[in-house]
């Protein structure tokens, strides 16, 4: 019988016939205790604050299940691309990391030959960019400060080459465990193209260097990657970790051919308390039946480290996978070879018909703003004031700018960098506009207070629905993340919030929103406050569920059903 360690080596052949499939991480002895991982992530203790070797203030509260970083203005390590030289230090790893690898390397040695050794990354190359700088700015510079970022992300990778230099020769290790997360649940975080032009050489270099050392690649991103994957074999990587199901996995198997192992298809949407054993090994059963068949598929939780969060659930995954080997006497049948092209979504009727941003005009303007160019948007908000246009018609065109992108952002067309950049344009013109505009545009449209749920500290989709909303002619409040269910409802009282919209990515702090809700009842003020929901986990029947008004997907829905319910 083989091992686990030797299954996997089968399954790295493009024609490897496994002889059963591998539970999880059986096959994966991580190792995140050496010292450069205590050196640069030993200050992540559960209910602390503390500061990185970076700079970078992370927060972990007691009641959350993992650490995050603190980027607000007044404690960005980056406050100014331009100058990056001036702020950005990379932690000297060779000076701190050369001793204490006794216990670890020892800790290896048990396992090696039955597993695979794995040395642990985390923090990848654009990681590392939004820890120092944040979400937006990282994002919004790829746009206005191309040439400062490309420099900083070559610093990052020559950075990371030397730490996995250091950890190669230490460690010896089998695999390299990297994270980095490109994308959401369905979309990658910028176009393709931006992505292949900022990320994809440093990582050629630092993938290229793992294998020439004789290690196996193996990159984590809980995301959707499903339009870039062919690029991840062409780099290097041999296994993607934390495959989505939203990536359509068979999709992808019949792509790739056999040149990489894809490794998840269990999601967070199964990791709940109130999951049964019957709902759990019924999720996984449908995804072995679904991706088995396509070959060099592994199923395990998407995270990127073992573990559910509730114990229930992998005792489940592992029971079922154990019944489908029991009952599996055949190998998979190999990948059909297809190698093809992500399609790419059709431009929008108005993104084909849009006037360049050079024309004037109002609709010269819904462009410019659409394009995200900020110094043409002041331009033309001059002109058009300077020609007797009414500034709420001004107001207007700006407005159906940022819905026509909000669309394309829908569809795929258009992804984060775009509606950042657009929305600073926004900004900037409305800024110009409000004293023009005497009662005041947000206070027409309505007002919403708008957080993430307490116990989760992920923001970046709670930041991307307050630039739609503000786009659409929305007053937010933003209350921030780690929000509790009392402060959703006191700011609400306090505003005059006609909504109150509530984001969560992490499974464990849905039922805060369902708090929300019954403090919004017991309180009395259900009768003219709408609640709006969203975010990874959330679905329309958990809405319903709940009692809670409204349930959208991303963040220009969320924007459109917000000026509905104001409306109503």
């Known amino acids: 019988m083989s091992t686990p360690r030797e ?28 010292p450069i991982n205590g050196y640069l992530r030993g200050n992540r203790v559960k209910g602390t604050t503390s500061v990185d070797r970076w700079g970078t203030t992370i927060l972990f509260p007691a009641d959350a299940p993992g650490p995050m970083p603190d980027t607000r203005d007044e404690l960005k390590v980056l406050p100014d691309i331009t100058r990056w030289r001036e702020y950005v230090h990379a932690p000297d790893i060779e000076a701190n990391c050369l001793d204490g690898w006794e216990a670890v390397r020892a800790q290896a040695e048990a396992v090696r030959g039955e597993k695979l050794v794995a040395g642990f990354m985390g923090t990848g190359m654009f990681e590392q960019c939004h820890f120092l700088m944040g979400f937006e700015d990282t994002l919004s510079n790829l746009y206005e400060h191309p040439d400062e970022m490309h420099e900083l992300i070559e610093y990052i990778c020559d950075y990371r080459l030397r730490y996995v230099k250091l950890l190669i020769d230490k460690l010896q290790p089998d695999v390299i465990f990297s994270h980095d997360d490109w994308g959401t649940r369905t979309a990658l975080f910028m176009k393709p193209e931006m992505w292949r032009e900022f990320y994809k050489e440093p990582y050629r270099r630092f993938y290229g260097y793992i294998r020439s050392r004789g290690v196996i690649a193996i990159h984590h991103g809980d995301a959707y990657l499903a339009d870039i994957v062919e690029d991840m074999a062409e780099i290097g990587i041999q296994c993607w970790q934390g495959v989505l199901p939203e990536n359509d996995i068979p999709a992808l198997q019949r792509r790739l051919g056999g040149r990489m192992i894809l490794m998840g298809g269990i999601g967070a949407a199964i990791d709940r308390a109130d999951a049964t054993e019957q709902e759990i090994r019924a999720y996984v059963r449908r995804a072995l039946e679904e991706y088995v068949p396509g070959g ?16 229930q659930v992998d005792a489940a995954i592992d029971a079922e996978i154990a019944a489908w080997n029991a009952g599996l006497h055949t190998p998979a049948p190999r990948a059909q070879i297809v190698r093809r092209t992500a399609a790419r979504p059709a431009a929008s009727a108005h993104e084909a018909a849009a006037p360049e941003a050079a024309d004037g005009g109002l609709s010269g303007l819904s462009a410019a ?77 309505g007002r919403v207070c708008l957080g993430t749920v307490r116990g989760d500290m992920h923001d970046i989709g709670k930041n991307l629905v307050k630039i739609m909303m503000e786009g659409a002619g929305l007053e937010v409040v933003d209350l921030g993340a780690d929000v509790p269910a009392e402060r959703f409802v006191d700011a609400a009282v306090e505003h005059g919030c006609g909504v109150i919209a509530c984001s969560a990515l992490l499974t464990t702090t849905m039922d805060e929103m369902r708090r929300v809700v019954e403090l919004a009842e017991s309180r009395g003020i259900r009768g003219g406050v709408k609640i709006m929901i969203g975010g990874a986990p959330i679905t329309q029947e958990f809405c319903d569920e709940i009692g809670a008004d409204c349930y959208t997907a991303d963040a220009a829905q969320a924007a459109q059903a917000a000026v509905r319910l104001l409306s109503e």
């Open 296 to 311: 060099h598929y592994i199923p395990s939780i998407t995270y990127g480290l073992p573990g559910a969060v509730y114990p």
């Open 7 to 34: 299954i996997f080596l089968e399954m790295l052949k493009p024609d490897g016939r496994p002889e059963r499939v591998l539970d999880q991480y059986e096959a994966l002895a991580m190792m995140v205790g050496d």
């Open 369 to 445: 703003l659409r394009r995200g160019r900020r110094k043409k948007v002041l331009e033309l908000t001059e002109a058009a004031l300077a020609a007797g246009e009414p500034s709420a018609a001004v107001l207007d065109a700006l407005v159906e700018g940022m819905r026509l992108l909000g669309e394309d952002f829908s569809a795929g067309r258009a992804f984060v960098p775009e509606m950042l950049v657009a929305a600073r344009a926004m900004n900037a013109a409305t800024e110009r506009l409000k004293p023009l505009l005497a009662a005041g545009w947000g206070k027409s449209a």
